[in-house]
């Protein structure tokens, strides 16, 4: 059990460490040789330059002491852009992310002056520990005495508890509130001044449904030209490439090896390069290195033709799916949102994702697998949440050094050192736990990927979500039930079972400290350590000296980032739901959370600002996730505090927390209702004006031209004959109805000319002499 010298301890440890990142960060982004580093956004956007400077050490070292006097300038930096000029630097949902911190900072920090002004004295002027250390041998800290632990059963003063409930969900309510009729807005604002993109115009249908007589391509044009017959335009089939995109990324692997060789021999004319063949170098034949990849690289490039060529013309290779654009946004906005089809389960239709978020290689899933490979994840993430048990209750048995004594007796000499102890209790325990964490959002991005969804945007919130879900159940839960399991075992074996539960409910309190260590390493230390970007700094100097020759080169080695979305969220998501759970509980907490999200915001703002390059733009889709979960967690807060009330013989002001849960869960539905179509929804209204306004002033724009290679597979895309896709006339578009011949007797009357089937088919003498020339 911490104390309040163990938390100083880390405390001291963690802003200690803190500051050190920031020193270390003021230092290294003032080099030049760093510019690209910690300003790669600027570079992407071709408004910044490498630095100029006369001399050779300063081109590598800023010799100007007066910049390292104002090191620490780059906060007020990042606080200084307005948020309108931020969503057109970086996007709408950097932008909006950004906005959860604030939300945070919003809501605990006025709960926090009230809680410290009214709950904190309530708690402090008692003795109950005191007693119950003496009496039921429960363990307690000094911080302990700050909590409601500290109030004693059957007490009046757990009126002060509920009321501050009532106080706490109106607030966050209505801050929830005031955030999600802001963002919707942001939101429609963005959408209706946009720029063009293909997305407007397309959507993705899936489990096209098998045909004898037409190609999946024939048959999605015929759908679409009989059932959107004045706002189809054009379609892209989707190919399963993924053995081809394997192909490529293998390419470029072998040519950044080549490339590398190149500049050793360059720099050494006198020793040819050579290496072993076997995994990785250690073993096998000693060949020539420039002369083996040159050769593999011919020969990976000829299957790369041999593959395409296959991709390109065998029907295996077509997936019963494809990318349809419509002339307007009003058509695609009819198409994605409504039914196409007498049967729901075929002929399904949804916005398409925007070209650089699509991910490609889950394009090539059957539909109708999905649902087995979501039942396969959903089985696999519960064992991987159950299992993961045994290491929290290994981290929370750090947390209490008499149970290591007693389990390991030789360590007692060790321990018992003051700081040691100090280390030991206050920041060790957070720092394990937070390792045992770092691999998880792969394990989940993995998860997410095996189960088909199609977007990086869908990908990352599935991801986030599930993320979530296991904090809720592993680090809060696990860390509540496992360290108490630890911490009151002797009272637990030795005492009635009717005892048990008020055992827990004093024990729940007391877990704050353990919260209170791990915020400080994970949210204090953490978001500074964030700001350094160590792994980019050390591949984008080690691509720069191995690989880099040209310009080009330079670009590709930096690797600015994105938000991280998955883990990011999660992580605030969890701070969310510790302060609602402690505010009533251990008010001493709060003031932790609160450093945290002010700290985050100015970190993520900067690297918003100079680094992260967001990978797609969905306009804040997220943020109903965002608000579900917050809600989600003042929820779980009530519901615990009233079981928690119920272990303190509150049995006259526990029933009136009852009525929190259910309005809260009013509030969440009347938010859904009001607002969530803004976020999975676009409206007519809005398509029609923005498809009048730009038929007005670009009369002339060829959308064909600009949608039929949008959604081409990247891997395609060096190797697309533009003379495929040349322009034509906008007049084309309104022809009257004419035929389009088909293969299928059922479809003689679509209404524009087929690209597809031409003029050969089989059909079209019948069409013609169905409907004469007038």
Known sequence: MATL???????????????????????????????????????????????????????????????????????????????????????????????????????????????????????????????????????????????????????????????????????????????????????LQFLASEKRSPNQFTVLVRNVPPDPDESVSELVEHFFLVNHPNHYLTHQVVYNANKLATLVKKKKKLQNWLVYYNNKYSRDPSKRPFMKTGFLGLWGNRVDAIDHHGSEIEKLSKEIAAEREKVANDPKSIMPAAFVSFKTRWGAAVCAQTQQSRDPTIWLTDWAPEPRDVYWENLAIPYVSLTVRKLIIGVAFFFLTFFFMIPIAFVQSLASLEGMEKAAPFLKPVVEKKFIKSVIQGFLPGIVLKLFLIFLPTILMIMSKFEGFISLSSLERRSASRYYLFNFVNVFLGSIIAGSAFEQLDSFIHQSPSEIPKTIGVAIPMKATFFITYIMVDGWAGIAGEILMLKPLIIYHLKNFFLVKTEKD?????????????????????????????????????????????????????????????????????????????????????????????????????????ALPVLTIWFHMFCKGRFESAFVKYPLQEAMMKDTLERAREPGINMKGYLQSSYIHPVFKASVDDDEYEEENSENWEKESVIVPTKRQSRRNTPVPSRVSGASSPSLPEAIQEHPKP
């Open 5 to 187: 010298g163990d938390i100083g301890v880390s405390a001291a440890i963690n802003i200690f460490s803190a500051f050190i990142f920031f020193v270390v960060f003021a230092i290294l982004r003032l080099q030049p040789f760093n510019d690209r580093v910690y300003f790669p956004k600027w570079y992407l956007k071709g408004l910044r330059t490498d630095p100029t400077s006369s001399g050779a050490v300063s081109k590598f070292v800023n010799l100007d002491y007066r910049s390292y006097l104002r090191f620490l300038n780059w906060m007020p930096d990042a606080l200084r852009m307005p948020e309108p000029e931020l969503i057109d630097h970086a996007g709408l949902d950097s932008a909006v992310y950004l906005r959860i911190y604030l939300t945070g900072v919003k809501i605990f920090v006025p709960i926090a002056f009230l809680v410290w002004a009214i709950l904190v004295p309530v708690n402090f002027t008692n003795s109950t520990l005191e007693l119950a250390s003496k009496i039921a041998n429960v363990t307690s800290s000094d911080i302990d005495k700050f909590s409601i632990s500290n109030v004693p059963l059957r007490s009046q003063r757990f009126w002060g508890h509920v009321l501050l409930a009532y106080a706490i969900t109106f607030w966050a309510c209505y801050v929830l509130l005031k955030e999600y009729e802001k963002v919707a807005l942001m939101r």
């Open 554 to 658: 330079r670009e590709e080695a930096m690797d600015p980032g994105s938000l991280g979305f998955n883990t990011g969220e999660p992580r605030i998501q969890f701070y969310f739901l510790l302060g609602f759970v402690y505010a009533t509980v251990t008010p001493a907490i709060l003031p932790f959370i609160i450093i945290f999200f002010g700290l985050a915001y100015v970190v993520f703002r900067h690297q918003i600002i100079n680094v992260y390059n967001q990978e797609y733009e969905s306009a804040a889709a997220f943020w109903p996730d965002v608000h579900g979960r917050i809600l989600t967690a003042l929820v779980i807060s009530q519901v615990l505090l009233m079981g928690l009330l119920s272990t303190k013989k509150a049995a006259l002001s526990t029933p009136f927390l009852i």
